[in-house]
């Protein structure tokens, strides 16, 4: 079974503060063009007069990272030896505006609660169980036997410093395991592995309920208690953890790839609208759910830099698992 980085949102480098295309190392070294007017003998450079020249620019990098600045080179031996300046470092593309700036959460700047375990590195030790009540909302019409308590996991760095806002990784499960969120998921904590532990990462545990036993609820379309789960989770770990609203992530396996693709889906872009069909339907200007958090990756252009948008599924939530 494969992991599934969020199908609609892209994917995210577990080891930067990063999201989108990689963006090429953008600083050329200064090129060694120094004219000089001294002897080759004279590897320090004589009396001659020539200067080392300066680094190309960096290109622009389609959703790219800052590129690492060019290594500085000597003139020519009998020039001046003056250093070449070096290449400047690449600004991001233009589908890269969420990368260049932290959102930081309502949660920043608290202390970590008091019950929340302590994170060993490399290990699951630290995932500490949370809960919240959903209400049987639906992106239809409301369900009450979906209505109920939701369990969940969070785990935080070993060295988590509640100024620093980090970006938000949820991973899924697969079926057949109930109250195993933090057992049953991905380790991409583990650096061993090529995660990373700079990362506030939430397991997901499937409900109780009978919606689709065992799993999560990814056969229900807009009728799915997914949609509100999201809503719940999230306003409580922005404001309890301190989070980058402008880096959240989900990611799965099985039954949990497939809620990576609906929230991918659903909640890609902001501010909201985009809208999918439900609301649309419905007369809604806005998502239902999460109408200010977005879902991020690197599948789609941009073609308004304030926006960073998930293409929409023409088939309007018809997720089944397999």
């Known amino acids: 079974m494969a992991l599934l980085f969020a199908a609609c949102g892209g994917s995210v480098d577990l080891r930067t503060d990063t999201a ?28 001659g007069s020539g200067e080392g020249g300066k680094g190309q620019a960096g ?3 389609q959703a790219g990272r800052p590129g690492q600045a060019g290594d500085p080179a000597l003139g020519a031996i009998g020039g001046a030896a003056q250093e070449a ?27 970590l609660p008091m019950q929340q375990v302590p994170s060993i590195p490399g ?12 209400t049987g909302a639906t992106l239809g019409a409301d369900e009450p036997s979906l209505a109920g308590d939701r369990q969940f996991f969070v785990r935080v760095p070993f060295d988590y410093d509640p100024l620093r806002a980090y970006r ?33 990462y939430v397991g997901l545990s499937v409900p109780d309920n009978a919606a689709n036993p065992g799993c999560y609820d990814n056969n229900n379309g807009p009728e799915s208690q ?17 989070v980058d609203n402008n880096r959240i992530y989900v990611a799965g ?3 949990g790839a497939w809620v990576a693709n609906m929230w991918g889906c659903y909640f890609a872009g902001t501010p909201s609208p985009p809208l999918d069909e439900p609301d649309v339907s419905a007369g809604r200007m806005q998502r239902k759910f999460a ?9 789609c252009q941009a073609t308004n830099p304030s926006r960073v948008t998930a293409p929409r599924r023409a088939s309007g939530f018809t997720t089944r698992r397999t």
């Open 123 to 134: 290990s699951r030790t630290g995932y500490t169980e949370w809960h919240v009540t959903q």
């Open 20 to 47: 989108g295309h990689g963006g090429s190392l953008s600083g050329v070294a200064g090129k060694a063009s120094g004219a000089g007017a001294g002897t080759p003998s004279e590897v320090n450079g004589g009396n």
């Open 291 to 299: 109408p200010h958090w977005a879902i991020r990756g690197h599948c």
């Open 168 to 200: 938000v990784v949820y991973i899924g499960q697969g079926c057949g395991t109930q109250h195993a969120g933090k057992t049953n998921t991905y380790p991409l904590f583990s650096e061993a592995q090529g995660g990373s532990e700079q990362a506030v």
């Open 59 to 61: 290109r622009v990098a």
């Open 85 to 111: 300046q070096a290449g400047q470092p690449s600004s991001g593309g233009a589908d890269a505006t969420f990368a260049l700036s932290v959102l930081k959460s309502s949660g920043c700047g608290k202390e």
């Open 253 to 255: 396996y099985s039954t």
């Open 226 to 242: 997914e949609w509100e789960a999201f809503d719940l989770i999230h306003t409580f770990v922005e404001k309890t953890y301190c």
